[in-house]
């Protein structure tokens, strides 16, 4: 794996990273939450909300295994910065749709069916652009400062974005998001980072000769392939408690956009607070640990979600959920950031990132139909269960808990 130890200027790379990411995701969520409550008010359709999600994240499945080969053999900050742009483009394209008096569904699942190419490009790439310049010792550190820094931004963004869709029309956001986009792309243009090595290899390449070996290496690595197995059902169990809230807010407790403004504010304050706790404190030395305590908790606070009549207590259970989830996201990045090696870390994070991108559409086409059938409450209070169930999975596997320590130099 590569190391970043003798860069002495790894703190100012760092920093100018995790300021265009942050400027990038904020217009990025300015755009989500203007879709996900304009569907979710304007029809309190569960099969409405599956489309958003499936079209959403199917694209990126698709492309995510030769995104990963890309992040490996390109310059990760250029790759990068194309998707930024071309993310933008879409955006401003159906800004410019919506001005003009279309403003369909269809409008917005296509846009969101090619916003997620770039998303499918831009993943791996800074998963696996993050240790290029991180000194390995540091990556626990800096990613929960990085997760800190995106809760900040999804504190401020569902605000602005619920103001600005009560006061003006949804175009005002997209046009938002093309201006950020712009600034984190002028960002990223000044870092000045030396592409990796493989990235530097001349010679044409063959994407399914580096699929096979990427495929090969996880096979190879008895710990990644549980851990990938773990991560799949884990996200079609928590698809309810990650997209069904705000409808299940909307049916519940009111269609109001102030209450869901209050849900994703409470979740990103949880967040927020969660990344420091990460940042400051480092988990538990075995990653799995932190991992498997994480999971019953989120499991335990799942099945409340579906309990509670009262919507402000409904609104405290948000926020701890967003406590947790760094406690659980961080150490499992770190954990593929400090074990996989450099040469394989874009194609392992593409793996990945089909998984997150394949196994949420696959819940929601499950869990979207039934929402409109039984109530969201039981289906969280299933998949709450299950959730809890799988932190067992994570203690009893010694192959995944020996994975999870922590190197001591």
Do not use: C
Not at 35 to 48: A, E, K, N, P, R
Not at 156 to 176: D, E, K, Q, R, W
Request: zero cysteines.
């Amino acid at each position: 794996m590569e190391t970043t130890t003798q860069n002495k200027n790894w703190k100012k790379e760092t920093a100018l990273f995790l300021a265009g990411q942050t400027v990038s995701i904020f217009g990025t969520s300015l755009v989500q939450y203007a879709i996900l409550w304009y569907i979710t008010l304007g029809t309190q359709s569960g099969v409405m909300m599956m489309i958003s999600v499936v079209v959403g994240f199917l694209p990126t499945f698709f492309l995510a295994p030769f995104a990963g080969v890309w992040a490996d053999r390109f310059d990760r900050k250029k790759l990068i910065i194309i998707a930024d742009l071309a993310i933008a483009l879409t955006t401003l394209i159906a800004a410019i749709l919506f001005w003009s008096g279309h403003d369909g569904l269809w409008i917005l699942f296509t846009m969101s069916g090619i916003r997620a190419f770039g998303t499918a490009v831009q993943t791996p790439a800074v998963g696996a652009f993050l240790p290029q310049i991180v000194p390995e010792d540091k990556l626990m550190r800096v990613n929960g400062i990085n997760g800190s820094l995106q809760s900040i931004i999804m504190i401020a963004s569902p605000m602005i974005s619920g103001a600005l869709l009560t006061f003006s029309p949804i175009s005002t956001i997209f046009m938002i998001d093309v201006v950020t986009a712009v600034i984190a792309v002028s960002i990223l243009v000044v870092l000045k980072v030396a592409p990796h090595a493989k990235a530097l290899e001349k010679g044409k390449i063959d994407y399914f000769s580096d699929l096979k070996e990427g495929v090969k290496y996880v096979r190879e690595h008895s710990f990644l392939t549980r851990f990938f197995i773990f991560t799949a059902f884990f996200n079609i169990f928590i698809t309810p408690a990650a997209t069904l809230t705000p409808l299940q807010t909307a049916r519940t407790f009111g269609a109001d956009v102030w209450r869901l403004t209050a849900i994703e504010i409470a979740f990103s304050v949880g967040m927020l607070f969660g990344g420091i706790i990460i940042a400051s404190w480092g988990g538990f030395k075995n990653r799995m640990l932190s991992m498997a305590i994480a999971t019953f908790i989120l499991g335990g606070l799942t099945v409340a979600l579906g309990l509670v009549p009262i919507f402000w207590i409904y609104v405290a259970l948000m926020a701890l959920i967003g406590i947790v989830i760094p406690l659980f996201n961080t150490p499992a990045t770190v954990l593929l950031q400090e074990k996989v090696e450099s040469a394989y870390l874009g194609n392992v994070f593409g793996v990945m990132t089909m998984i997150y991108s394949s196994m949420m559409p696959l819940g929601m086409i499950i869990f979207g139909p039934l929402a409109d059938i039984i109530a969201i409450e039981w289906l969280l209070i299933i998949t709450g269960t299950l959730i809890a169930v799988q932190g067992f999975f994570l203690l009893g596997s010694k192959v995944l808990m020996a994975a999870g320590e922590a190197k001591t130099s």
